[in-house]
């Protein structure tokens, strides 16, 4: 049987209650951001470079000149390139609600197209940033924050633990003995523990592979329940865009929020060496390239700005998730206005 659409006047009479819901949240943070002084900004989708993450896929057109010569030009997964590019010209806290594209994702946590609210402080630690999140869950939530069977408070205080500390507790796994005192990963040794601890894994699996797959079959799905998690001190060899922990450079400062075992944002103070920033995309670009067979283009104006970008901290929230955990609703597309095509 076909699904009645999206549009139709019967099914818009259920969504429409989750749609102004979405209305209300939207406007409540964006009041909220101007009064902390936040100016919001808009960033084009269009760009050289969708981003170097390895395991992040883009949309690639071709931007045709008056000369009718062709260009390569992504949408963006993000607007984090651009933004940054404006705390190097002098902006000290700003916000963009905006759409960013992610292809190979689609489900009840992912659509092609959504929105992602992304902010910056500069000169302040990343875990003031925490503490935004926490409160916009709260100016959100008109009761508990729900995902199919499982709930969260979001008058609770936040949890903050490392992800070291979640891998042991949910895992059986010593992290932190899977790297080298740089931070270097070593695949044999997580592979050992996983067999160790009765983990499946597949053969010829990276360390990062390793990594993600204990990340989201142990550890993901135990977070966030009752009250919001923080799983912070990433390894720097998941943290690309993040500087390192003044106390221990095998790890850095990258935080993710979860609640009811979805993960809401992902955070970082921010990384503004520009010559170990393109250490790290190259080292990505290489992963894609074994993995996926492509590679997306080095931003080298972003770059450059990098050198000029002050201390700061960064942080991307998926505002649908959001919607969809206040609202109990099903999926991000249930609160999406017009979902993608």
Known sequence: MTQTPWWHPSRHADRRPLLLARNRIQAAIRGWLAAEGFVEVDPAALQISPGNEAHLHAFRTTAIGNDGVGMDRYLHTSPEFAMKRLLAAGETRIHSFGHVWRNRERGPLHSPEFTML??????????????????WVQLAAEGPLRF????????APYERVSVAEAFAAHAGIDLLATLAADGAPDADALAAQMDRAGIARGPG?????????????????????????????????EAALARRCPDDPRVAERFEVYACGVELANGFGELTDPVEQRARFEEEMAIKARVYGETYPIDEDFLAALALMPPAAGCALGFDRLVMLT???????????????
């Open 118 to 135: 992304e902010w910056y402080r500069t000169g302040e630690p990343y875990e003031r940033l925490m503490q935004d999140i926490a409160a």
């Open 205 to 237: 699996e990276s360390w990062s592979d390793l990594f993600s797959r204990i990340l989201s079959e142990k550890v993901e799905p135990r977070l966030g329940m009752g009250r919001l998690t923080v799983l912070d001190r990433y390894p720097a060899a």
């Open 327 to 341: 609202t109990g609703a099903p999926s991000v597309e249930a609160v999406m206005w017009v979902p993608a095509g």
């Open 148 to 155: 199919r069977d499982r709930t969260c408070d979001p008058a």
